[in-house]
């Protein structure tokens, strides 16, 4: 029972979006899927950090989700930017459940238990936020996450925090949800949300603050499930 992770896989199956067009990005789906039958097991999990399907309704996401049922795991999905189909965790929940797509769960303003690993986490917010709209949210974030962690220290386990915002970004901080990760002494903090060369060198990998921090937009891991008990931040760019 391993758990793996990865962010940003941008599906498109029912909208006409591709990513194709981006640098590197030529058969992401194919490449995508041959990766994670190849890496994971039934019986594993799969963090999935948001940004996962460009639908913009939840009624839209059914070939995305079909897609991703139908992978090998278990799966938490998590929101990010560009989800905009996200609905409640109820709603979502039944959608899941209506269409049989059981192999996937949510994971928002809760937490799993995934062998040793107690799974929590949030979207986060931006970490160059300044004004009163953004604020409201990085506070409302910080909320959830610490509701997400509560909920993973009953569980037990060592506790991953799993992100799509990247708490550290070039020289910025979002300073309300890196002082949790460094206040509940967080090992390991997993996000996705950064793509392209340069936007990923300057993204923080490796000790921070006495946190690991782990990028792994689908891009920068090269199409695969990065495994969380190994520690691996992904494939550099220059690998793929």
Same mark, same amino acid.
């Given at each position: ?36 039958? /190849? ?17 913009? /309704? ?51 303003? +809760? ?62 901080? +979002? /300073? ?25 060198? $300057?993204?923080? $990998? ?11 937009? +689908?891009?920068?891991?090269?199409? +695969? ?16």
């Amino acid at each position: 029972m391993a758990l793996f992770v990865i962010a940003d896989l941008h599906l498109s199956l029912g909208e006409d979006k591709p990513m194709d067009v981006f640098p590197g990005w030529r058969d992401y789906v194919q490449r995508l899927e041959e990766n994670w039958r /190849k890496t994971v097991s039934p019986e594993d999990t799969v963090v999935i950090a948001g940004d996962i399907s460009w639908a913009m /309704k939840l009624e839209d996401c059914k070939k995305d989700f079909a897609f991703i049922n139908a992978l090998p795991g278990e799966k938490l999905l998590m929101k990010g930017n560009h989800d905009y189909w996200w609905s409640t965790r109820n709603k979502i929940d039944n959608f899941l459940t209506a269409n049989g797509f059981s192999t996937m769960k949510v994971l928002h303003n +809760c937490a799993y238990r995934v062998g040793t690993r107690a799974v929590c986490g949030t979207r986060g917010w931006l970490y160059n936020s300044e004004t009163p709209e953004d604020q409201k949210i990085v506070n409302r974030e910080a909320g959830r996450l610490l509701a997400s962690l509560n909920q993973a220290e009953a569980l037990g386990g060592v506790p991953a925090v799993f992100l799509h915002y990247p708490p550290v970004y070039d020289t910025m901080e +979002c /300073k309300e949800i890196l002082q949790i990760l460094v206040d509940r002494q967080i090992p390991d903090c997993y996000f996705g949300h950064i793509h392209g060369q340069t936007a990923a060198k $300057k993204a923080l $990998k490796g000790e921070y603050r006495g946190v690991r921090m782990h990028l792994v937009s +689908c891009d920068f891991a090269g199409f +695969c499930p990065v495994r969380v008990e190994d520690g691996v931040p992904g494939i550099s760019l220059e690998e793929i």
